[in-house]
């Protein structure tokens, strides 16, 4: 789904809307994606979710709950055994139509910016009737972004840097979420938006574009300095490299309500550096 079009499936519309909230008393809503999950806790409707996704660990009693599969693997089976009312599906999920056949109400998403994230939080709003809230954590959201973003060591400003987010390598290109934050943060990335969102890159591409800093999971970039020619990049050299345990690199690599905070856990890992 692209980033212009509707985040509500068209031919569930009618299914997904709720007048003012009015039907929430008896709504069950399964989340199938940790930030959709996140999304509908800090819009005020946490005990509502009856079902997540594997990767959903929280907030507070979420972890709890039944899980449903991961997000490419997501079980019709146990999503239709929780009997919800409602299904977010994330974007690897490919359930909507089968959901929609047994008459449940369905909206999926595909989050890959920021604006794809508002827009994210604002159809969410408007499905539980908190429209004034969701425009109250969207703008939240922008002042932690303005926040983190005045943390920022002034050495540190328009420096390149690359994100792995994967094997292959896998790459976050300066189209995604994440790829924002760091702009917002005055940072250059070197995987750019004609590369698509997320890419394979070339190990050597990487070397010639010698990155100043490097942020990825700490279990991949343990041994850089092993990979032909990365000793020698500024970012190895000069130890400026952030290695995210997993509950870190989770937070940033979820596109929802905690991009703030993710950007302020990059800030404090900048302003680590030697």
Request: contains cysteine; charged residues 20%.
């Given at each position: 789904?692209?980033?212009?079009?509707?985040?509500?499936?068209?031919?569930?519309?009618?299914?997904?809307?709720?007048?003012?909230?009015?039907?929430?008393?008896?709504?069950?809503?399964?989340?199938?994606?940790?930030?959709?999950?996140?999304?509908?806790?800090?819009?005020?409707?946490?005990?509502?979710?009856?079902?997540?996704?594997?990767?959903?660990?929280?907030?507070?009693?979420?972890?709890?709950?039944?899980?449903?599969?991961?997000?490419?693997?997501?079980?019709?089976?146990?999503?239709?055994?929780?009997?919800?009312?409602?299904?977010?599906?994330?974007?690897?999920t490919r359930l909507d139509e089968r959901l929609a056949q047994l008459g449940i109400a369905v909206q999926s998403f595909n989050v890959?910016?920021?604006?794809?994230?508002?827009?994210?939080?604002?159809?969410?709003?408007?499905?539980?009737?908190?429209?004034?809230?969701?425009?109250?954590?969207?703008?939240?959201?922008?002042?932690?972004?303005?926040?983190?973003?005045?943390?920022?060591?002034?050495?540190?400003?328009?420096?390149?840097?690359?994100?792995?987010?994967?094997?292959?390598?896998?790459?976050?290109?300066?189209?995604?979420?994440?790829?924002?934050?760091?702009?917002?943060?005055?940072?250059?990335?070197?995987?750019?938006?004609?590369?698509?969102?997320?890419?394979?890159?070339?190990?050597?591409?990487?070397?010639?574009?010698?990155?100043?800093?490097?942020?990825?999971?700490?279990?991949?970039?343990?041994?850089?300095?092993?990979?032909?020619?990365?000793?020698?990049?500024?970012?190895?050299?000069?130890?400026?490299?952030?290695?995210?345990?997993?509950?870190?690199?989770?937070?940033?690599?979820?596109?929802?309500?905690?991009?703030?905070e993710a950007a302020h856990m990059l800030v404090d890992c900048l302003r680590a550096f030697p």
């Amino acid at each position: 789904m692209g980033a212009k079009g509707p985040l509500v499936l068209p031919a569930l519309a009618a299914a997904c809307c709720l007048a003012g909230g009015a039907a929430l008393a008896q709504q069950r809503i399964v989340t199938v994606a940790p930030s959709l999950t996140e999304s509908v806790c800090a819009l005020g409707y946490c005990e509502r979710i009856v079902g997540t996704d594997r990767y959903s660990t929280g907030p507070g009693p979420v972890a709890d709950l039944p899980k449903v599969g991961g997000l490419a693997d997501a079980s019709l089976e146990r999503i239709v055994a929780l009997r919800p009312d409602l299904v977010l599906l994330g974007p690897r999920t490919r359930l909507d139509e089968r959901l929609a056949q047994l008459g449940i109400a369905v909206q999926s998403f595909n989050v890959r910016t920021h604006a794809e994230q508002q827009a994210m939080l604002r159809a969410l709003g408007h499905t539980l009737g908190e429209t004034a809230r969701a425009e109250a954590l969207i703008a939240q959201i922008e002042r932690e972004l303005n926040a983190a973003a005045a943390r920022v060591p002034a050495r540190l400003r328009g420096r390149s840097v690359y994100v792995e987010i994967g094997l292959g390598p896998k790459a976050a290109s300066s189209a995604t979420f994440i790829g924002e934050t760091l702009v917002r943060l005055g940072l250059v990335n070197i995987v750019g938006a004609d590369q698509g969102f997320f890419p394979r890159v070339n190990p050597e591409w990487i070397v010639r574009r010698s990155p100043d800093l490097i942020i990825g999971p700490a279990a991949m970039l343990s041994n850089l300095a092993q990979r032909p020619g990365w000793a020698q990049l500024p970012a190895v050299r000069g130890q400026q490299v952030c290695a995210l345990d997993a509950e870190r690199m989770a937070l940033l690599e979820r596109p929802g309500p905690r991009l703030g905070e993710a950007a302020h856990m990059l800030v404090d890992c900048l302003r680590a550096f030697p």
